[in-house]
Structures are given as structure tokens and as C-alpha cells.
């Protein structure tokens, strides 16, 4: 998991997943939401033999197809991100520190995940 500013935009990020995407678990399909459309991104995800299930920006001269019944299970992380934001230290981010943020986060999720 990679923590980032809040104003940082998910193309900016998509250049942090990337380098930390070796490290991760071996992945057949990654769901992103429209945020992420670029042709280098893409690109980096079929060369690492990962299919992209990114719907186009509407923007796009020409719609690129993506897998809508795959895509509709992006649901469950959305429905876990707003179970996190009821934490209001979460929330409302009161930690100055990064770390401290992320360790809420963790604990935040470890306890969401145990209760259910």
C-alpha cells in the first residue's frame, strides 16, 4: 500500500504503484477507476502480464474496451474505503506525521476486517 498526499492526482500515483508493484503479490488483473487511463500505464501493466480493467476517460479520442462485469467488483474496495473514513481520526487526518497516519490506517482496516 502506498500512502500519498491528498492533493496528488491518481496519474501521479499510478508512477508510485508501478515502482512498487514487484514487491507486491503476483496479479492477473488490476481494477482502477477513470483516474488512471493513460497509454503508459497500460502499457506497463501488459508488460508485467497484468490485464488493465480501467474504464476510458471520456476525453479519449478512441474508447479503449475494458471488462464491465470485472469492473463492477471495484465496488468492495469503494464500500471499505468509506468504512475507514467513518474513523474520524481517519477522517479528518489529525496526524501530522505519515507513519502515524498509516498505522491508523492499518489498525483502522485490521479491526474492519476481524468485525466482519
Not at 482496516?109 to 466482519?116: E, R, T, V
Given at each position: 500500500m502506498?500512502?500519498?498526499?491528498g492533493?496528488?492526482?491518481?496519474?501521479?500515483?499510478?508512477?508510485?504503484?508501478?515502482?512498487?508493484?514487484?514487491?507486491?503479490?503476483?496479479?492477473?488483473?488490476?481494477?482502477?477507476?477513470?483516474?488512471?487511463?493513460?497509454?503508459?500505464?497500460?502499457?506497463?501493466?501488459?508488460?508485467?502480464?497484468i490485464?488493465?480493467?480501467?474504464?476510458?476517460?471520456r476525453?479519449?479520442?478512441?474508447?479503449?474496451?475494458?471488462?464491465k462485469?470485472?469492473?463492477?467488483?471495484?465496488?468492495?474496495?469503494?464500500?471499505?474505503?468509506?468504512?475507514?473514513?467513518?474513523?474520524r481520526?481517519?477522517?479528518m487526518?489529525y496526524d501530522?506525521?505519515?507513519?502515524?497516519?498509516?498505522?491508523?490506517?492499518?489498525?483502522a482496516?485490521s479491526?474492519?476486517?476481524?468485525?466482519?
Amino acid at each position: 500500500m502506498t500512502l500519498t498526499e491528498g492533493q496528488v492526482s491518481d496519474y501521479k500515483g499510478a508512477a508510485l504503484l508501478m515502482d512498487a508493484i514487484d514487491a507486491l503479490p503476483e496479479a492477473r488483473e488490476l481494477l482502477a477507476d477513470r483516474g488512471y487511463d493513460a497509454d503508459w500505464f497500460r502499457g506497463a501493466l501488459l508488460a508485467r502480464g497484468i490485464t488493465p480493467c480501467i474504464p476510458p476517460r471520456r476525453s479519449r479520442k478512441r474508447p479503449i474496451s475494458y471488462d464491465k462485469n470485472l469492473y463492477k467488483q471495484r465496488h468492495k474496495i469503494e464500500i471499505m474505503f468509506g468504512r475507514i473514513k467513518d474513523w474520524r481520526r481517519i477522517a479528518m487526518r489529525y496526524d501530522r506525521c505519515a507513519h502515524t497516519f498509516f498505522s491508523a490506517l492499518c489498525l483502522a482496516a485490521s479491526l474492519i476486517f476481524y468485525l466482519n
